[in-house]
């Protein structure tokens, strides 16, 4: 083989292996392209993703104030509603008591004289006295005051 020919063949060689050279660093530069695009895409969707999570934490965290509230509003009311069953049962102890107190004094004043001889004699007479009878004294009965009533009585301005 001349020495021509084989300076030819080196010569293809060294061009051949220069554009596959180029070849491999178009591609790599467009590669690097490629994921810079694809580290931007993901860059922006990260954002859209966090801006996401904050609205729906912002919207948990109201909610979580707003059920605490109504909570703490039920407790409250709950809390009101047992006072006032409280006071209605001491109310309704206190009037037991004095009901107690004047069935015994009733028994004093008249022993043998019973609940249902008074709704008959009321039935009977329609609060008429008779003629012939003795008259007792009145018995004064304990009046239970409501305390939810503005004092005085009275009408009231603003």
Partial sequence: MP??????IVIAAVLLLAAIAVVLARRGTA???????????ALREAQVR???????????DEQMARTRRERAEAEERL??????????????????SAAQELRARAQKLAPGLS???LADDHDDHDD????????????VQPVAH?????????ATRA
């Fill in 3 to 8: 020495t021509w020919a084989i300076v030819v």
């Fill in 31 to 41: 590669a690097r392209a490629r994921k810079a695009d694809q580290a931007r895409e």
């Fill in 50 to 60: 966090q801006a996401r999570a904050d609205q729906e934490q912002a919207l948990a």
């Fill in 79 to 96: 809390a009101l509603a047992e006072r006032e069953a409280l006071e209605h049962a001491g109310r309704a102890n206190e009037d037991r």
């Fill in 115 to 117: 609940e249902q001889d």
């Fill in 128 to 139: 008429q006295p008779e003629p012939d009878a003795v008259q007792q004294p009145d018995v």
């Fill in 146 to 154: 409501d305390d939810r009533t503005p004092s005085g009585g009275g």
